[in-house]
């Protein structure tokens, strides 16, 4: 319980820093002359990619292309373990043509395809020993996992993720257009605003902060929708609602009890907040750091 609340605390912290210092790291930067930056400049992904992915491109062509050497690879391996020798021998015939095609698509990762453990699984193929076969596939499945390693999550964040900045909502207390962060600021404002107010005894304040939060939540609620075409459960599910009318409850009654308070506050900001953050902020915060996608 004690880790949960400092995690909760720490993560907190972490989220607010940039709204908080941003200003602030900005004109450190600034005054430390030139335009410095204050963090090395982040992984770039070839440009030529973009000539291979939506918009630019009418499908992923360099998806499709491992899913070809993907399917080319196992069809061989699944048939050596059927002993069917003709076919193993065609679909590595196909691997090797894919995966010099592969090899061509990204002139950059053109190195990474080296050509010895494609020749070694021909040689292995040549004399049907399994063991063999299986020790050269175990070296060519090392040249696709050391890129996979580097550039599989990238590409997916920069391609396949849609982009949270793009998602824009009307404000239900300010009633104006905000971007999502600015509703995430609202959200947070709400959420700890209430709980810093509850402990200066400034109950009439902590209710409105309740007031606006529960409010905004709402809203939160109703952005799904702009990138997952089925219901998703978990962060802004009935069982989080609940958590958050049990808050406003506890906090409207002659008294108040700062434990209770404190045990649903920690309950909403680890299964809301911190859990839909470990699974949308990674992508979020790599786009943003890349910049707007090529066109
Ligand atoms: C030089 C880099 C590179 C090499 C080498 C490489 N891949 Fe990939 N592979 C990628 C990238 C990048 C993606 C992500 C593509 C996307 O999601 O659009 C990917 C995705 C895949 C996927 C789809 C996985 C998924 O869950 O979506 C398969 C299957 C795959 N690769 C198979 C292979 C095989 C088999 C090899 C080796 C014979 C290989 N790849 C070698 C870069 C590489
Ligand atoms: C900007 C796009 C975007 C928005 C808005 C968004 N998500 Fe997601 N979310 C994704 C993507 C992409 C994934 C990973 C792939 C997938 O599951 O579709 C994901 C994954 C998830 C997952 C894990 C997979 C699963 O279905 O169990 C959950 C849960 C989830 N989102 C819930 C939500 C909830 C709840 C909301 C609204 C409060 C929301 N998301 C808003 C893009 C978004
Ligand atoms: C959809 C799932 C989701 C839920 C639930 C959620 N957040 Fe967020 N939050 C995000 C995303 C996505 C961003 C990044 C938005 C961006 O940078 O464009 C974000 C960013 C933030 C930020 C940083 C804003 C900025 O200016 O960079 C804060 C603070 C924040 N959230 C607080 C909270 C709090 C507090 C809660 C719970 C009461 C919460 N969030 C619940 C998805 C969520």
Redesign the pocket.
């Known amino acids: 319980m004690k880790h949960r609340l400092l995690y909760t605390a720490i993560v907190a912290a972490a989220l607010l820093t940039p709204v908080i210092s941003g200003n602030c790291r900005a004109q450190k930067a600034q005054a430390k002359g030139g335009g410095q930056k204050a963090w090395p400049a982040p992984m770039h992904l070839p440009a030529a990619l973009n000539d291979l ?1 939506p918009p630019k491109a009418q499908e ?1 062509v ?2 499709m292309k ?2 070809a ?2 399917e080319a ?1 196992t069809g061989m391996i699944a048939d050596l373990s059927e002993n069917d020798g003709p076919n193993a021998k065609s679909n590595y015939e196909q ?1 090797r043509k894919e ?1 010099v095609e ?1 090899s061509k698509l ?1 002139r950059d ?1 053109t190195p ?2 080296t050509q010895e453990p494609l020749d070694q699984l021909g040689k292995a193929l040549a004399t049907g020993d399994q063991g063999k076969v299986m020790a050269a596939v175990a070296k ?2 090392q ?2 996992h ?3 390693l580097q ?2 999550t990238p ?2 964040q920069k ?2 993720w849609p982009d949270f900045r793009n998602v824009g909502v009307t404000d239900p207390v300010m009633k104006t257009q905000v971007d999502y962060a600015q509703l995430m600021q609202g959200i947070n404002l709400g959420f700890t605003g209430m709980g810093v107010d509850l402990k200066q005894g400034q109950v009439e304040n902590a209710r409105k902060h309740f007031d606006a939060f529960r409010t905004r939540f709402e809203t939160l609620k109703e952005t799904c929708i702009a990138c997952h075409d089925t219901e998703r459960k978990y962060y802004t599910d009935a069982t989080v609602l609940a958590s958050i009318d049990q808050l406003g409850a506890a906090i409207s009654g002659p008294s108040i009890d700062p434990e209770k308070v404190k045990k649903l506050s920690i309950e909403i900001g680890t299964e809301s907040c911190m859990k839909c953050h470990l699974v949308h902020l990674p992508a979020t915060h790599a786009k943003a750091k890349w910049g707007p996608p090529a066109m």
Do not use: D, I, K
């Open positions: 992915y992923p360099l998806l491992m899913h050497m993907n690879l691997f995966y592969a990204v990762w990474a395809f060519v499945g040249v696709c050391e890129c996979h550039n599989m590409v997916q391609f396949h």
